[in-house]
């Protein structure tokens, strides 16, 4: 089968998503896939444009995948990129459909997506939007958001399926006007996220004792993650064996250095940038508690499931979390994941919880999120859109 999936993020500069996990291992099933993707970080780059570029062969996670990506010229002025998106990414689109002749077109964005849709609608070919989280809230632009979700609802009456990564996000696109829906949840290697991975280097390299307790938190760095009042709660004294160890980048970065400087907190919170996919397994094992403590009122919060909480269960780590909608729908009470009501009463929930028998609920919960089992399920839905 021949996959064309289009996004509006970097698909080698990203860490993997649903997305590559899926579209990696059909390619190791015998499929082809080609990705059209967009340079989200491009404010951060030099120049006024990006060429068009392909990749062929690329892989992140599977050695033996192999899927191109292509990205298309795009113009790195603000306000000016949305046009030129529209622009390009169709070219690109109508370009792929004559030479690639796709069985089926996956879209996991806004504006390529929407244009894939219509161009796909036209061409009569089988349309999926995917949905792993709430893309128009995420615009940075503000007032752009409303012409996201109206484009969102556009595609949404234009796709032959949409599938949602968990019950409330299917429940968010069903209000969108979704009737075709279906939810296909996150999967987990479980081989790569496995709780007998040792950690003792992790632990030597930034200064944890093994009487150490260890929060841990990894993925972008929004204002909004809570990870700042966290550590201003450590602050204050608590528990000196309790550390938080952050792996990842993003907005609150240069203010959570600051409170570690201005606290002198360089022993207790531990900032180790980026680390790439591989590395991942090993920052987790070492830690003993994992956590996401996003503000409870936020917005783009309120209907997602990360993925890395799957691999933080896999790997038999408790998580502690605020109060998310999303999160509470799909994993409910007594499965190794404990609520809090605000991002500070993390500190006093690590020292309430049985950490090995929450770890042992939380495995169990996750076992049947196996990537082979997703990835069966998720092949099925794109041949019966052949038949």
Known sequence: MKILVVQESDWIKRNPHQQHHLMERLTLRGHQVKVIDYPIDWKEEKGRYNRRNVVDGYYKIHPESRVQVISPTILKI???????????????VKRQIKEFEPDVIIGFGIIN???????????????????????????????????????????????????????????????????????????????????????????????????????????????????????????KGHNPNLKLLIVGDGDAYQELQDII???????????????????IPELVAASD????????????????????????????KPVITTKLPGIMMEFGDDNGICYVDKPSDVIFKSYEIDIIAEGRKARKFVEKNDWSKITNEFEKTLQDLQK
């Open 289 to 316: 508690i994992c956590i996401l403590p996003a503000y409870p009122d936020e917005k783009i919060m309120q209907d997602i499931v990360p993925i890395k909480i799957y691999e933080y269960m896999a790997m038999c």
């Open 113 to 235: 997506t929407y244009l894939a849709s219509r161009t796909a609608k036209k061409e009569k070919i089988p349309f999926i939007y995917y949905w792993i989280d709430v893309l128009h809230m995420l615009i940075p632009e503000n007032g752009f958001q409303a012409l996201g979700e109206y484009l969102e609802r556009a595609t949404i009456k234009n796709s032959t399926q949409v599938i949602a990564i968990n019950y409330k996000l299917e429940d968010f696109v069903k209000a969108l006007g979704a009737k075709n829906t279906k939810v296909i949840g996150a999967g987990i290697d479980l081989g790569k996220f496995d709780p007998n991975i040792k950690s003792s280097n992790i632990r030597q390299e930034y200064g944890i004792n093994n009487e150490d307790t260890v929060l841990f938190f990894m993925g972008h760095l929004y204002n909004f993650a809570g990870l700042k009042e966290i550590a201003l709660e450590l602050a």
């Open 261 to 279: 400087k201005e606290n002198n907190l360089s022993s207790k919170v531990i900032l180790t940038g980026l680390k790439s996919y591989n590395e």
């Open 78 to 92: 603000p306000y000016f990129s949305y046009p030129s998106m529209l622009f390009y990414h169709r070219r690109e």
